[in-house]
């Protein structure tokens, strides 16, 4: 179910008509809160449900036995982390995993032959899988009591604001504030309508609208030999991807202040980033932080030599790479961008430029631009095509002007996702919502302007792109 569809708004309408009948009783409240997540889910397809119930299952008696039997925790640990990444690996990994050695083995002049399945992974595969792991992980390490009710796990793990497309919840964080029936501030609904606003005209109106030329694009058969194009081409999709996703995150978390809960924020203005170290502390923050976690530091983070650091950099861009998808693209997108971090660390070129007169917004192009390079292995058709694109981003040639008149209709929409970068880079979450009576007054108008684009501005509907992952 999409948030941007008629369907969400009943959805939505019966759920917070029932919220307030439910939320003083933990039994009911959780019990509540699974069945709707479960429909909300189930409204694409019922039989993934299915998958996300067996998940979830896994990881709630994994749990509960790992807290019962210390002494066998480790192979419990192995068993439940194997059956997570099992499902993942053969909804979203299989196929492209069979066609890799087939294609490694014919390269060789063998005659080897795996059948290749292509099977749809389900909304979120990734997502609820990473949630329910991070959930046995601290279980195992002691940092979490296993919870004994399985609807309050399945109320965690479910939440439908967040289900689909994150942010990726930890249990400790969440799992405690699910046993409040408290209820909700006139603050917590206002501040839930604001992001709700924000997030809507960030995927509406900016994302949207800039989806048609960016699909038009990377969809034409010829790549055109024009750098300018491409620039102002990957430019778009930066700004399509990051209002579609961090709008999906802002409309969850003012879903959830609308139930009387606190998700921690996903997105912190990571276009203002002045290296790429920066730039994976402000972009998709609960997954970056996942993999810092439980892959990054067991490794054994930056404690060791300099080269076991890189490594261990390596092999974690590397696996947020596929995170993304089953495809060379995204390794190579891993790739790059862990090469990206282990030359910074050694040049140290972003804290030497820092020191310089107008240092930080040189450093900030720069890392925009190795940003920018990662965006064509996200969004190109394959790897051939982006191979092409970006050599063409740094081939001498004009503007296209066949290109530039597809491309105009979106250039406002371009410039408008500028601004509201520009305008985050001044902090004014910082600014106390409750300084003056006249400062609320002109977030109520802004929030009003918000809505009033959604409704009229509003480009060709599409799910969220992450939906995909």
Same mark, same amino acid.
């Given at each position: 179910? %999409? ?44 039989? +993934?449900?299915?998958?996300? !119930? ?8 994994? $749990? ?16 439940? &982390?194997?059956?997570?990444?099992? =499902? ?28 290749? @399945?292509?099977? @749809? ?15 046995? =992980? ?8 296993? *919870?004994?009710?399985? +609807? ?22 969440? @799992? ?19 992001? /709700? $606003? ?56 003012? @879903? ?17 980033? !002045?290296? /790429? ?25 930056? %404690? ?14 590397? &696996? ?28 140290? =070129? ?15 192009? &720069? ?24 050599? *063409? ?29 520009? =305008? $985050? ?45």
């Amino acid at each position: 179910m %999409r948030y941007n569809s008629f369907a969400f708004l009943v959805f939505a309408a019966v759920f917070f008509a029932t919220w307030p009948l439910v939320r003083g009783r933990d039994r009911s409240r959780w019990v509540a809160l699974t069945l709707f997540s479960f429909f909300f889910y189930g409204w694409w397809d019922w039989r +993934f449900t299915t998958l996300l !119930a067996a998940s979830g299952l896994i990881d709630y008696w994994a $749990a509960l036995a790992i807290e019962k039997w210390r002494d066998r925790r480790r192979p419990l640990l192995a068993l439940s &982390l194997g059956c997570n990444l099992t =499902i993942l690996g053969a909804f979203k990994y299989a196929g492209f995993a069979a066609e890799s050695f087939n294609s490694l083995f014919e390269a060789l002049g063998g005659s080897a032959w795996l059948p290749v @399945l292509r099977m @749809l992974p389900p909304a979120g595969l990734s997502f609820y899988t990473f949630q329910a792991m991070s959930y046995t =992980i601290d279980v195992y390490r002691g940092r979490l009591a296993a *919870t004994r009710d399985i +609807f309050h796990f399945f109320s965690y793990l479910t939440l439908f604001p967040q289900l689909v497309a994150g942010p990726i919840v930890r249990a400790a964080d969440l @799992l405690p504030q699910l046993t409040w029936g408290r209820a909700v501030t006139a603050e917590q609904r206002w501040g839930g309508l604001r992001l /709700m $606003a924000q997030g809507f005209f960030k995927k509406m109106v900016i994302a949207d609208n800039l989806a048609p030329a960016v699909n038009h694009a990377f969809s034409a058969f010829d790549v055109t030999p024009s750098a300018p194009y491409w620039w102002l081409v990957v430019s778009m999709t930066a700004f399509q991807v990051y209002g579609d996703f961090s709008g999906y995150s802002d409309i969850a978390t003012g @879903l959830c202040k609308w139930m009387g809960y606190q998700l921690l924020p996903n997105f912190d203005r990571p276009y203002t980033a !002045a290296s /790429m170290r920066e730039f994976w502390t402000r972009w998709h923050i609960s997954l970056t932080s996942w993999f810092r976690d439980y892959v990054y530091y067991p490794l054994g983070g930056s %404690r060791g030599t300099e080269a076991m650091t890189h490594r261990n950099s390596w092999l974690t861009m590397l &696996l947020v790479g596929i995170w993304h998808g089953a495809s060379w693209n995204f390794v190579a997108f891993g790739v790059l961008h862990a090469t990206f971090l282990s030359v910074e660390r050694v040049a140290r =070129i972003p804290e030497r430029l820092c020191k310089l007169p107008l240092g930080r917004p040189a450093a900030v192009l &720069l890392t925009l631009a190795q940003v920018w390079l990662g965006y064509v292995l996200f969004r190109a058709v394959s790897f051939d095509q982006a191979t092409r694109i970006i050599l *063409t981003l740094f081939s001498p040639g004009g503007m296209d002007q066949a290109g530039l008149g597809l491309l105009r209709p979106a250039l406002p929409f371009l410039a408008l996702g500028v601004l509201w970068e520009l =305008i $985050a880079a001044l902090e004014p979450h910082k600014w106390s919502v409750t300084a003056t009576s006249g400062w609320r007054q002109a977030q109520i108008v802004f929030t009003a302007v918000l809505i009033f684009c959604c409704v009229y501005l509003r480009g060709p509907g599409s799910a969220f792109v992450y939906f995909q992952f």
